[in-house]
């Protein structure tokens, strides 16, 4: 069983475990960013976290029916995550700034969801996709994610299964600690994307 040391390494190893002053896409700044595309950008670093994930999924879920993540950075782990899994893959997309199932995926009432995020900090896309998943009438056993920035507080409607637990320290914009408020800040979040 992968363990968070064993998370942290792959990205240690893609050089994607950043140090600076990071403004997340919930809007929360943050001295450290887990840069997480560098790390699926490798299939075979990508495969063995999923691989992972899957079997934690199996572990604590039980059957699963199908994976359905939000778009954009849930794309690739909630696709590799299913091909472990050997069930379908889809994706939820921003419409007028809500979550739907589009481009004809269409989930069958009643199906055991779980839904897989890349990271999880505060839950709110989480949230979000999870409520689209219910409107298209699936039934989300789960959520999981390759790591959870909140230390298990994240709270998604239903549990979660992290393959990482820990605790990055996240500040709203007005309580910056001056360490962190010295440092010019990079905004790698996808939320604020035109879309």
């Given at each position: ?49 999923c ?73 709110l ?11 298209a ?8 994610c ?50």
């Amino acid at each position: 069983m992968m363990t968070t040391d064993d998370v942290l390494d792959e990205f240690r190893g893609a050089g994607a475990l950043r140090e600076g002053h990071f403004v997340l896409s919930s809007g929360l700044h943050s001295p450290v960013f887990l840069q997480k595309n560098l790390v699926f950008m490798d299939a075979a670093r990508c495969e063995r976290l999923c691989k992972a994930l899957a079997q934690r999924i199996r572990a604590e879920a039980g059957r699963v029916d199908v994976v359905i993540s939000p778009a954009v950075g849930g794309i690739i782990p909630g696709y590799e995550t299913a091909r472990h899994l050997g069930v379908p893959s889809m994706y939820v997309e921003r419409e007028d700034g809500e979550f739907k199932l589009r481009r004809g995926f269409h989930v069958e009432r009643g199906a055991r969801v779980v839904m897989v995020e890349d990271i999880v900090t505060t839950g709110l896309s989480s949230r979000e996709c999870i409520e689209a998943i219910r409107k298209a009438g699936g039934h989300v056993v789960a959520a999981a994610c390759i790591v959870d920035r909140s230390g298990g507080k994240a709270d998604v409607g239903v549990p979660l299964i992290a393959l990482a637990s820990l605790v990055v320290p996240a500040y709203p914009a007005d309580a910056l600690p001056p360490e962190l408020a010295a440092i010019p800040t990079t905004d790698p979040g996808s939320r604020r994307l035109a879309g």
